[in-house]
């Protein structure tokens, strides 16, 4: 297949699968078969596309002149479509699962929406300039806000205006003001490996148009624009699945990455010292999510905390702006959304089988679900960083980064953090399986969630443990 | 025949007009009125692709007397790219007009209604068309006092229109007078009407108080006309009251002529040139442009009534026409004509919606629509789309929109400006949302009329919805011929 064709059917699958969703909503059985099947499909072509040189463009076509919608995957670009593509199954699967077993309605309008975030994020991934990068960023945020509010409670209302209030406004407001300064100084939108931006700007000004684009990039999470996140969990588990692992906030920080690797340049970024700012504030959201966390008891509040923390390493590594820290963010784009999405399977697996959601009530769950709690501890580990788990590799490559550009203080932020997630996420794990047994359990014996969820969070699990083996395939050279 | 174009495009409707007051028997006037809005919007589309493809002026001696002598119809890149938004916008409002007037106006009137409607029809179009400032003037009245007397119909189911097309009237003849105060000191300096005269005699006698004192006449004339604020009082109950087919046909095109108008007279006679146009009057526009879209924007998001709401939301889109126009710049002029165009379209998908709601059930408000997207979907979705192409959301106009008008601010280093502009229209989404919470996401009440869409009711409103979709993809044309229409006033490169 050729390249172009490649992307196409990246773009167009889940649109065709969003379309067949809809036609075929009175067959539920055939609605989400061909959503999984379409999911296998994908995630093959993402694991193609993957494997292929660069150099690939897809054109669709010009809004005017210097206002392309077009398409060129690039190394971070494809990784970003190898996650999203790859856990598109994965989290159909778990999806189909979890609705039944949760007795959750709209389930066609819910897979309809799915589609075509999955069709945004793809968008994103491979977009070729910073036009077409917003025009999917957008969609994103419009196609999965009826995600969050599936419930249709009024809380999930709330959540819903706190979701698309900040996202859209931070986008609109900022991120859009970057691309359009973009678009004046250099005269470009297209992404340009090296950056565009050098000899275009007094470097007095870049770190105020980095702040745009930190800022404008809501999807990102980066405190204090973290709000929509934690309020976004009211929505049904496959949903912050999607949040948190697949789609959003991988686009957001993949974004924060893309733009500082090819519109800012690392190298740019360095030598003016314009990222400095932001590796304090990234630091600063790692420590202060992770304190957050440890005093939230409901499990997926807990974890979306955990996420904002995650993600301020990815935002880290873009700020440190060496090849190395760069190189570690992108590893950890892949490394969190396979240990994210796990903790989140496990999250609704408890809450499907026994109705539970706070941590406290969760002792000796380990023993009646001892596959779920096994994931759960793999997945935590990852993400802890504890070898032999993708998560240690990345942590690893941030501090070897920190070290180059001589920021020390990172290294102590990034173990005291780790210290931090060993202790909000084994909470969890300890309680599990040591603990004795809490007054909601009825019995001992062993009680899983269905086959259709407990399958998906093993499957993530054991990504996490071959990422670690398999990290060369994953370790992107941005030169410099 | 092909070369009389420019003044059939004007005639026609005007001609039309007494003819249609005439006529009796159902559908009469309206199908005149149709007919002759259908064939100025195909004469305004033939002009526009003529002078796309020569790039040319098209100058026309009316009874064949040359400038300076005779009065002159000029199509150029401008008046060619303006004319088609405005017969085309009154050739769709005509199509909805009739079930609309049906529904709202005294059967007795409609006659009457389509004269006048016709009267305001040929009046814009005569303004555009004109190369003579006091013939702006004449057209200018044409359309405004058949404008009150279309918002005055409004007064068969809602009283209010009467003060509403009575303050319209005071402040309307104000700013006309305003104009022609300035008009006349210009002719005094001058001894000529001819705009291109003018602006060649004005080069000689620029630094005098005179023609600075005519400038700040025209423009404030013009300024009320076009409702920016604060002297946009008049447009909101005047839209809000009058008949359902009039809002829609004057919240899309009436303070858009104006707007050309004002570019035509400050870029056109004046020129950028001119002391004290550039910093004092630039600056001026774009205060109250941006202090415009605020007040609008903030005052929508507080409004229930949905004709309210989205005039309100007018006072901001023209605030940011105004602030395309302060940026005194080829592009900032290029982002005025992009989105005088867009917007008109984006407000007749909206009021032509809004209008198929309010002529079933008297008044479109928040608590009308509760519930109404499973009732009327393809109707609350034209709202839906029109509403994110105001926000600027991508892939409709409104995004083509601001992407230029910002581009035009930070040209000149205006990054707080264009910072604000983009938070008033991310102040939007909070009208747009409540609208969609409220058709969507709430429960339809027990007891409410049931609301009925046949493609009477939505096709009008569907068509501009296309057109905003179909502008904010393949917007090429449109920034080209914009692009090419600001350059008739300033030069310069793309």
């Known amino acids: ?252 920080v993949f974004t924060v990455l893309k733009v500082a690797v090819y519109v800012f340049g690392i190298d740019f970024l360095r030598e003016t010292g314009s990222s400095d700012w932001l590796v304090w504030l990234a630091s600063f959201s790692i420590l202060a999510a992770s304190i957050v966390a440890m005093s939230k008891t409901n499990l997926k509040a807990r974890l979306a905390y955990s996420t904002i923390s995650q993600l301020g390493y990815i935002v880290l590594g873009a700020a440190l702006a060496t090849s190395l820290a760069a190189s570690g963010a992108a590893l950890h784009i892949a490394a969190h959304a396979a240990g994210k999405i796990t903790l989140f399977f496990c999250a609704g697996a408890i809450y499907v089988a026994h109705h539970l959601t706070d941590i406290k009530e969760m002792n000796g769950l380990g023993r009646v679900m001892p596959v779920t709690f096994t994931a759960f501890a793999l997945g935590a580990l990852s993400i802890i960083g504890v070898p032999p788990l993708a998560g240690a590799w990345s942590k690893i490559m941030l501090m070897g980064g920190a070290l180059d550009n001589g920021h020390l203080a990172v290294l102590a932020v990034l173990m005291l953090s780790s210290l931090l997630n060993l202790v909000y996420l084994g909470e969890i794990v300890l309680r599990g399986f040591f603990a004795a047994p809490s007054h909601g359990l009825k019995s001992e014996a062993v009680q899983e969630a269905p086959l259709t969820m407990v399958l998906p969070l093993c499957l993530t699990a054991l990504m996490s443990l071959a990422l670690f083996f398999a990290v060369d395939v994953f370790i992107l050279d941005f030169g410099g | 025949m092909m070369q009389h174009l420019p003044i059939l495009q004007v005639l026609l409707p005007l001609l039309g007009a007494p003819l249609a007051a005439l006529l009796r028997g159902r559908d009469m006037a309206w199908g005149l009125a149709l007919l002759l809005t259908g064939a100025a919007f195909l004469i305004s589309i033939i002009l526009f692709s003529q002078q796309q493809m020569t790039g040319e002026t098209l100058v026309y001696d009316l009874g064949g007397w040359p400038a300076p002598i005779g009065i002159v119809y000029v199509i150029d890149a401008a008046s060619a790219l303006v004319l088609p938004v405005i017969s085309g916008i009154a050739f769709v409002a005509t199509i909805a007009a009739r079930r609309l007037v049906e529904a709202e106006i005294d059967a007795r009137d409609h006659a009457l209604f389509y004269a006048a409607w016709l009267l305001t029809i040929a009046g814009m179009l005569g303004q555009v068309t004109t190369g003579d400032a006091f013939n702006i003037f004449v057209f200018l009245e044409i359309s405004s006092l058949s404008a009150y007397a279309l918002v005055a119909m409004g007064a068969g189911r809602d009283r209010r229109a009467l003060p509403a097309a009575f303050n319209y009237l005071i402040l309307g003849t104000v700013g006309a007078t305003f104009y022609v105060i300035g008009l006349g000191l210009l002719y005094m300096l001058t001894g000529t009407l001819n705009l291109m005269d003018l602006s060649e005699r004005l080069a000689d006698v620029q630094s005098t108080r005179a023609a600075f004192t005519a400038l700040a006449f025209i423009a404030l004339g013009l300024f009320l006309k076009m409702a920016l604020f604060p002297l946009h009082f008049w447009l909101v109950p005047a839209y809000a009251h009058a008949p359902s087919a009039v809002s829609a046909l004057m919240a899309a095109t009436a303070t858009k002529v104006s707007v050309y108008v004002l570019i035509r007279l400050v870029f056109g006679v004046f020129g950028i040139d001119f002391p004290g146009l550039a910093d004092a009057v630039g600056l001026l526009v774009l205060t109250l442009g941006i202090a415009g879209a605020f007040v609008g924007t903030l005052a929508a998001i507080l409004e229930t009534d949905l004709k309210k709401l989205f005039a309100q939301s007018s006072i901001a889109q023209l605030g940011y026409m105004a602030i395309g126009i302060g940026a005194m710049s080829a592009t900032g002029l290029a982002a005025a004509f992009i989105h005088l165009f867009n917007h008109a379209l984006m407000k007749a998908a909206l009021f032509l919606a809004i209008g198929a709601i309010a002529a079933q059930v008297g008044r479109a408000s928040m608590g009308t629509i509760q519930g109404a997207g499973r009732q009327i979907p393809l109707t609350m979705t034209a709202i839906l789309v029109g509403g994110l192409a105001l926000i600027g959301v991508p892939l409709t106009a409104g995004f083509i929109s601001k992407l230029y008008l910002v581009r035009a601010l930070l040209e000149q280093d205006f990054w707080l400006l264009a910072a604000l502009t983009f938070i008033s229209s991310a102040l939007a989404l909070a009208y747009v949302w409540k609208i969609i919470e409220a058709a969507w996401l709430k429960e339809r009440p027990k007891g409410a009329p049931v609301l009925v869409e046949t493609p009477v009711h939505y096709v009008p409103a569907w068509l501009m919805v296309i057109a905003t979709i179909g502008f904010g993809i393949f917007a090429s044309p449109l920034v080209d011929a914009a692009y090419a229409a600001a350059h008739v006033f300033i030069g310069g490169a793309r």
């Not at chain 1, 093959?44 to 150099?55: S, V």
């Open chain 1, 1 to 252: 297949m050729a390249g172009d064709m490649l992307i196409l059917a990246l773009l167009g699958l889940p649109l065709l699968a969003s379309a067949l969703v809809l036609v075929l909503r009175d067959k539920p059985n055939l609605r989400d078969g061909q959503a999984l099947l379409i999911g296998l499909i994908t995630a093959a072509c993402a694991i193609e596309l993957y494997g292929r040189a660069d150099g690939d463009t897809l054109f669709i076509l010009s809004l005017a002149v210097g206002l392309d919608i077009s398409f060129t995957p690039e190394p971070l670009g494809k990784l970003f479509a190898l996650v999203a593509g790859v856990l598109w199954p994965v989290a159909t699967l778990y999806t189909v699962g979890y609705m039944r077993g949760a007795g959750e309605e709209n389930h066609t309008r819910f897979m309809f929406f799915y589609a075509i975030a999955i069709h945004a994020a793809m968008g994103i991934a491979l977009s070729g300039n910073l036009l077409t990068l917003f025009v999917f960023y957008e969609l994103l945020t419009f196609s999965t806000y009826p995600l969050v509010t599936h419930k249709g409670t009024p809380e999930a209302m709330r959540a819903g205006r706190i979701y698309l209030g900040i996202l859209v406004a931070s986008s609109v407001i900022l991120l859009l003001l970057g691309v359009i300064g973009i678009w004046v100084l250099t005269s470009t939108l297209d992404f340009a490996t090296g950056g565009i931006l050098a000899g275009h700007i007094d470097p007095f000004y870049v770190p105020l148009l980095l702040a745009l684009f930190a800022f404008g990039i809501g999807k990102a999470a980066l405190m204090p624009l973290h709000r929509w996140l934690p309020a976004a969990m009211v929505a049904p588990t496959p949903v912050s699945a999607l949040l948190h692992a697949v789609a959003v906030v991988k686009a957001g």
